[in-house]
């Protein structure tokens, strides 16, 4: 009697609550938005297009399993080929997710995320970022992602249009998330690559963990991405110092994302810097981070000749699926020949050197000629 009794009650309970309006959006805040639209045409019909691969599953997983992933971790890191629109959405979409999904409480214990670190702002970008968000203003002015495009100066930093980067910077500015420049200054770039390490302040390269050696195999890949980057023009004296301020950038993404303490933080960078094997991620662990905190997130472009993820090698170190811990694959950008744009710029750094008095016999770069929009955007844009 008392056991239907109270089954009545719940029943009328749970009738009663499913009329009121609060619970309608408190189940809403527990599904992720929905994907966005694709804006790239390219292969928009391939087989693996709008697919998330997972390495833990090893198969493919709905975008509300994915998202939920996202939210549970601490360090997310989202990869992206610089000129394609759709990573920059699905980025955007990832800063969203999490946003929701931690606010309505989905993760017990899950950390908020309290930065977004950028690659394409560098450390002398600190100071115009600060004025934007009005940190030393006497009355902080609201500001929104449109102004951030100004107020950065965008068009003078050498990445893709900011309109496509956009959604990104609007999803973070409504979550309340800090954006912070991931990418050192490029003095320091110039330095490194003339100098080495040694040209860091006492203790800095321990700090950064660059004073612990790649694994073998993961040294000669990024030689090798280097030279095929710059499309075997760069004079082979030249790769071990762009090796060394890659490794450099990536090093101070890591630092970058570590600002947070205690809290989360995502960065927003090519493909080739949040690999596992010997990107940012390699050095978050090596400053003590957990591996189990950290997701990377690799958006790819498909090939028509590529139909199921172990086709998308990356390398001797292993396929796409093996170097991140999701995999989304999305329509291809259509770019110009890289190569003939690169052999100009060559050209063009030859003819001013050769003005140059005689000086070292390995060419000074600070590892930031144009980006040829490799297969890993990792190769950084001119400054």
């Known amino acids: 009697m008392r056991s239907s009794a109270t089954g009545i009650l719940a029943a009328a309970l749970l009738a009663t609550a499913l009329a009121f309006p609060w619970y309608e959006s408190k189940a809403d805040n527990l599904e992720v938005p929905p994907l966005p639209q694709w804006q790239a045409e390219e292969l928009r019909d391939h087989p693996l297009v709008g697919k998330i691969w997972s390495r833990q599953t090893n198969g493919f997983v709905s975008p509300q399993d994915y998202g939920t992933m996202l ?15 759709d990573h920059h959405q699905l980025q955007a979409w990832a ?37 934007f968000y009005g940190r030393n203003a006497r009355v902080p ?8 495009g100004r107020f950065m100066k965008w068009d003078k930093l050498g990445w893709p249009d900011y309109r496509i980067y956009q959604p990104i910077v609007e999803e973070t500015l409504n979550a309340y998330i800090s954006i912070v420049p991931a990418s050192p200054a490029r003095a320091e770039n110039r330095k490194v690559s003339k100098d080495g390490l040694g040209s860091l302040p006492d203790g ?15 040294a000669q890949d990024l ?3 280097i030279r095929e980057s710059h499309c075997r023009l760069l004079p082979e004296a030249a790769v ?26 995502a960065l927003i960078a090519g493909n080739g810097h949040v690999r596992r094997d010997r ?44 170097l991140s811990d999701f995999v989304v694959f999305t329509p291809r950008q259509p770019k110009p020949e890289p190569c003939d744009e690169m052999r100009r710029q060559m050209e063009a750094i030859a003819a001013q050197r050769k003005k140059q008095s005689e000086g070292s016999e390995t060419p000074a770069t600070d590892g930031t000629e144009k980006d040829t929009g490799g297969k890993d955007g990792a190769t950084p844009p001119p400054r």
Not at 141 to 148: G, I, K, S, V
């Open 141 to 148: 002015r609201t500001r929104t992602a449109e102004d951030f």
């Open 279 to 322: 990107g940012v991620p390699w050095y978050l662990v090596h400053r003590g981070v957990s591996s189990n905190a950290i997701t990377v997130v690799r958006h790819i472009e498909v090939d028509a000749d590529g139909l199921e993820p172990k086709d998308y090698d990356l390398g001797p170190q292993g396929a796409a699926t093996e």
């Open 240 to 265: 071990p110092g762009m090796s060394l301020v890659q490794r450099l950038r990536d090093a101070r993404m890591a630092d970058a994302m570590l600002v947070s303490d205690t809290k989360g933080a």
């Open 95 to 131: 800063i969203r997710t999490i946003s929701k999904l931690r606010g309505a409480r989905l993760v017990e214990g899950a950390p908020q995320m309290d930065v977004v670190a950028m690659e394409m702002l560098t450390a002398d970008e600190q100071k115009t970022l600060d004025r």
């Open 204 to 218: 800095e390269a321990t700090r950064l963990a660059l004073d612990v050696p790649l694994p073998t195999n993961a």
């Open 71 to 85: 939210a549970r971790s601490r360090f997310v890191l989202l990869g992206e080929v610089h000129d394609n629109a």
């Open 223 to 225: 030689a090798e991405e």
